[in-house]
């Protein structure tokens, strides 16, 4: 190949490389926070608080789908509603908070956060459906009431988990005090003497979320107040999914310089049959955004290949490129 061939290949590849980075920040359109990332049946979920209101007083929870997390789809109607009677929770009258999910059997179950007028604070409740997207029907009463043996600030941002080394399912919840335990087998409640309080974090304010990659457990929770542009996500590892737990320092910070401030309320997941792992996590809308204006994004989360720790996520306006869930069902070594 000759000089001018070569050079003509070196531009080719730059323009390549350059169309290849697109800002996939914020990764849907619209005022969202709190997102839960999941994968089912090799397709990308996100659920979320729906934002913009004073007083985080959203009172509906969509479901937003991408086979490639770059192509965001969102649900045409709320797959739930939390408005007492005009809603179908029939407890809550608002304040749809940090929903997570997970499915057993078939089922998927929806937990999620919302004002109790009958307790004048937030509970924890749930809902069943056939398919990642509904259609959902609440239970008629919440499941957590935050009158428990062991109890929290506010009983807020679920998050479910199931073991991969027992195969149990937990659900982990709390504010200023995190909290856990197993779900029952019928996973709309809680099973009887596992209550237990989180122990090793450091500055635990909210927005717990776990999950599993050799050789860790990978727990992530927030800081501060969400309206506060410090708010940031620290993380700590652990053996098992009940401790004791490593803190590890922050894992998220803010981003003065892109714009980009109190970055929280994230989740994690694994693309099924690689190592490749994506965090989702909201900060202020860009530009003008605060604490109830706050939009989600994507970017990607890699881990130390010697230590098995997760590497601090660079917030960024890029966001990521397209990734497709390959075919096929396999697990690698890090699972």
Request: glycine share 10%; hydrophobic share 35%.
């Amino acid at each position: 190949m000759g000089v001018s061939s070569r050079l003509s290949a070196v531009l080719l590849w730059a323009s390549v490389a350059l169309t290849t980075t697109a800002n996939n920040n914020p990764a849907i359109p619209g005022l969202y926070a709190d997102p839960n990332i999941v994968v089912f049946n090799s397709t990308y979920y996100i659920y979320s608080t729906t934002d913009g209101f004073p007083g985080w007083g959203g009172k509906t929870f969509y479901v937003w789908s991408s086979q490639d997390l770059v192509d965001w789809q969102r649900t045409p109607e709320p797959v739930l509603t939390l408005n007492g009677s005009s809603g179908n929770v029939p407890w809550s009258d608002g304040n749809a908070w940090a929903p997570t999910i997970h499915h057993r059997d078939g089922i998927y179950y929806l937990y999620f956060s919302g004002d109790n007028p009958t307790y004048d604070r937030k509970t924890i409740g749930v809902a069943t459906g056939p398919s990642p997207t509904g259609p959902f029907t609440a239970q008629p009463t919440a499941m957590i009431l935050n009158n428990e043996a062991l109890n929290a600030s506010q009983a807020i941002d679920p998050a479910a988990f199931v073991d991969p080394a027992t195969g149990k399912y937990y659900l982990f919840w709390g504010n200023g005090n995190p909290l856990y335990a197993e779900l029952s087998d019928d996973m709309i409640s809680l099973k009887s003497n596992t209550l237990s309080a989180v122990t090793g974090l450091t500055n635990f304010t909210e927005a717990s979320f776990l999950v599993y990659r050799k050789p860790y457990y990978h727990y992530t929770f927030s800081h501060g107040d969400t309206g506060n542009a410090d708010y940031y996500v620290g993380y700590a590892t652990s053996s098992s999914v009940h401790g004791p737990w490593n803190y590890q320092g922050h894992v998220l910070d803010k981003r003065p310089s892109e714009g980009i401030l109190a970055t929280g309320s994230s989740s994690t997941v694994n693309v099924p049959g690689t190592d490749d792992w994506y965090m989702a996590y909201h900060h202020f809308k860009i530009p003008g955004g605060d604490g109830t204006d706050r939009e989600i994004c994507i970017d990607r989360a890699t881990f130390d290949w010697h230590t098995g720790v997760m590497r601090p996520v660079t917030p960024t306006l890029q966001g990521v490129n397209a990734e497709r869930v390959p075919s096929g069902r396999y697990h690698g070594w890090w699972a």
